[in-house]
């Protein structure tokens, strides 16, 4: 029977090393704890740490991660950190206390729930910058936050991107200055300020040990590299972090060495 290992300490070295790091650089970061899934016990480990305490939030992918999180620690600020759908409005109004957007519609489903249940919430708009994921387009960007900032129940506390997660296209300094240079375009537009820039991951640390981060860049969603000990950039382990986090105990049933091509 196969058994997947989980060094719980070693993960705990990662945290406190990227959060020193952050702290070393004045930004703010979101632990992304999706890899765990729904293993409440080693959450409980995760969460309680102080170096996780003083993230900004604790980012998942799944509404019912966010509900477990609650319950696990009611303080701790969650972030779901894909866009909602509208059919979970009230869940995630319900249990994040900030979530990713692109779509107007779900926008205004997330304000009716948060009516419903006599709550203000938070977003961050996500913007297209070539990785071709979720985000609204450049050339509409004024008008989408115009409409957001009419939503009587949604508050909008920043914009963000995704660079490196499916096309690879890498964070660069010229793309992280644009997304720096929207949210002062949006300030000035609109007289209302926006906490978070919420432009880099794991595949930006790199850049931030290197000092070649926008200053304005000042939120980091981080999982790989507290996993993982790993940078996308380039798959290679940073800032010494440990890579050997997780192991597989399995029985190897046969071992051959064969060509890739099939034969017939």
């Known amino acids: 029977m196969a058994t997947l290992r989980i060094h719980l300490q ?79 409005a009230q869940n995630v109004v319900r249990y994040a206390d900030i979530s990713f957007n692109s779509s107007f519609l779900t926008l205004q489903a997330l304000d009716a729930a948060a009516r419903k249940q006599g709550k203000l919430h938070n977003v961050i708009i996500m913007i297209e910058m070539g990785e071709l994921r979720e985000g609204i387009h450049r050339e509409g960007l004024l008008d989408f936050y115009r409409k957001v900032f009419e939503l009587d129940n949604i508050e909008v506390i920043g914009l963000g991107t995704n660079l490196g997660c499916m096309m690879g296209i890498q964070p660069t300094y010229d793309k992280l200055l ?16 926006l906490e978070l820039v919420s432009g880099a991951s794991s595949i930006t640390l790199p850049m931030l040990s290197d000092g070649k981060l926008p200053a304005g860049v000042n939120h980091f969603r981080i999982g790989e590299a507290a996993f993982l000990g790993t940078s996308p950039l380039n798959d290679k382990p940073f800032l010494e972090l440990r890579t050997d986090t997780f192991t597989l105990d399995a029985n190897i049933v046969e071992l051959y060495r064969k060509s890739n091509i099939p034969d017939g």
């Open 10 to 88: 070693r993960i705990v070295e990662n945290i406190e090393k990227i959060d020193h790091l952050m702290q070393e650089n004045g930004k703010t970061w979101s632990l992304v704890v999706k890899v765990l899934g729904q293993n409440e016990a080693i959450l409980k480990e995760i969460l309680r740490l102080p170096a996780v305490q003083r993230t900004h939030s604790i980012g998942v992918s799944q509404w019912r991660v966010l509900k477990l999180i609650k319950e696990i620690d009611p303080q701790l600020r969650t972030l779901y950190i894909k866009p909602p759908s509208m059919r979970n």
């Open 178 to 193: 644009q997304l720096v240079l929207y949210q002062q375009l949006i300030e000035a537009t609109f007289q209302r300020r």
